[in-house]
């Protein structure tokens, strides 16, 4: 079973690497900051599918604090390069 | 735990990748920020919940359960900050939401 879990968490890991020709294409700073925006969200989704390969269920506090980090990321991105009044 | 509830457990979780697989191929193929931000909240949401809820079938309790369905609330709250935020600040800086040629 735990086969499965760690197949998807590759398959994720792969979409992710797929994801960062958007980083390196751009165009514009928002759409890198979108990329690392699903960068965040699927670092949770593997953190939680590996737990449940380790039945380890401790490692949950980590992808709490992927989340919140992820949260963070975006919003201080938009207050202090991309929002309004910067250039 | 039943094979009834572990092929669900496993649909789930097949289904939560296939967001994931969806809203990167999104990202790389939507031809502008509003567009791939449609694409990559689907990702967050849709597949995320998925997968958590594909895990919390497997979960030994029901705190662990309830657990992962805190973790997904926060990412969808997180994600839907930000996503509106990114919107509207690039609307402000006068980017034109992309219409076909």
């Given amino acids: 079973m735990s086969a499965l879990l760690l197949g998807l968490a590759a398959f994720l890991l792969v979409n992710l690497a797929a994801g960062l020709v958007r980083v390196m294409r751009g165009p514009t700073a928002a759409d ?5 925006q699903l960068f ?11 737990a449940e390969a380790q039945q380890e269920p401790g490692v949950h506090n980590v992808a709490l604090v992927f989340a919140l980090l992820a949260a963070v990321a975006s919003v201080a991105f938009v207050q202090r390069i991309w929002g309004r009044g910067r250039t | 735990m039943t094979a ?10 097949l289904g ?3 967001f994931f697989l ?6 790389l193929r939507f031809p502008d920020v509003y567009s791939r931000l449609h694409a990559v909240t689907k ?21 662990g359960a309830a657990k992962l369905l805190l973790i997904w609330l926060l990412v969808l709250l997180a994600s839907a900050t930000a996503s509106h935020l990114i919107a509207r600040s690039s609307l402000e800086r006068g980017i034109e939401p992309w219409k076909a040629p």
Avoid: C, P, Q
Avoid at chain 2, 22 to 27: P, R, W
């Fill in chain 1, 32 to 36: 890198r900051m979108l990329a690392v």
């Fill in chain 1, 40 to 50: 965040g969200t699927t670092a949770v989704a593997v953190v939680l599918l590996l």
């Fill in chain 2, 4 to 13: 009834a509830v572990e092929a669900a457990s496993v649909l789930l979780l």
């Fill in chain 2, 16 to 18: 939560g990748a296939g």
């Fill in chain 2, 22 to 27: 969806a809203g990167t191929v999104g990202l």
């Fill in chain 2, 43 to 63: 990702a967050d949401n849709a597949g995320l919940g998925l997968i958590a809820a594909g895990l919390a079938l497997r979960a030994d309790s029901l705190a």
